[in-house]
């Protein structure tokens, strides 16, 4: 789940250097980099217990990565995102979007709530299901009207 989460996350992001992206729960933080051409990096799981803060994980997992550090970030958190606010329900972990950014150095930091975009990713499979199912049913009355009776 988290390896389609990051995925999801390397489609969206713009990809003009490389991006840190990450899935955040109570227990592990998985973190990988995306490169500019959306090819994604092996990802870490790091025990969220051995670090004091998101800030300091994302920094133990940039130290461990080489090449230009990355100016952009998604990061998806099993606990609700609340303005600027994020709180992990099952750790003590806290943040402001805007704090961690900086903090960061990065010029764009998404985070999102990791049960939204499952309801998203689902929500995208079923209307992609829908839209072949229409097309199928149009090439079969394409073909059945050009039938001579």
């Not at 990096?41 to 990355?70: I, Y």
């Not at 609340?82 to 961690?100: E, K, M, P, Q, Y």
């Not at 090439?139 to 050009?146: I, S, T, V």
Request: charged letters at 25%; one cysteine or more.
């Amino acid at each position: 789940m988290a390896r389609a989460l990051i995925a999801l996350y390397a489609q969206a992001m713009p990809r003009r250097s490389p991006a840190l992206l990450a899935d955040i729960g109570s227990t592990n933080a998985r973190f990988a980099l995306c490169d500019a051409k959306g090819r994604i990096g092996p990802v870490r799981v790091l025990a969220t217990a051995d670090h004091p803060s998101l800030g300091a994980a994302a920094r133990a997992f940039l130290a461990t990565v080489r090449g230009p550090e990355p100016r952009r970030a998604a990061i998806a958190v099993a606990a609700p995102v609340i303005g600027d606010r994020v709180r992990l329900t099952n750790r003590v972990w806290s943040f402001s979007i805007a704090a961690l950014e900086r903090s960061l150095g990065l010029a764009r930091l998404e985070v999102s709530d990791a049960k939204k975009l499952r309801a998203l990713e689902d929500e995208n499979a079923k209307l992609k299901k829908l839209l072949a199912d229409a097309m199928l049913d149009n090439a079969g009355l394409k073909e059945l009207l050009a039938k001579k009776w």
